[in-house]
């Protein structure tokens, strides 16, 4: 049986999507409009979605149905 990779992370993933999505704007900059300046954008959105939504799963106001 083969062993799985782990790796430890030294970044929570809100810090390493806002990372992400600061690099993938920082990358559609240097594109002139155009569909492939459009793809990485909205790959920059998603990402700094996943972010938020992630640092809403874990608020404490959140609470689970009663």
């Known amino acids: 049986m083969q062993q799985r990779?782990?790796?430890?992370?030294?970044?929570s993933l809100e810090?390493?999507?806002?990372?992400e999505?600061?690099?993938l704007r920082l990358q559609?900059?240097?594109?002139a409009?155009?569909?492939?300046r459009e793809v990485i954008l909205k790959k920059a959105?998603?990402?700094e979605t996943g972010a938020h939504m992630?640092?809403?799963?874990?608020?404490s106001e959140l609470q689970p149905p009663k």
């Open 15 to 19: 810090e390493r999507l806002a990372d």
């Open 5 to 11: 990779r782990r790796f430890k992370q030294t970044q």
């Open 45 to 47: 959105r998603q990402a």
């Open 28 to 31: 559609a900059d240097v594109l």
């Open 54 to 59: 992630s640092e809403w799963l874990r608020s």
């Open 21 to 23: 999505a600061q690099r």
């Open 33 to 36: 409009p155009g569909p492939d």
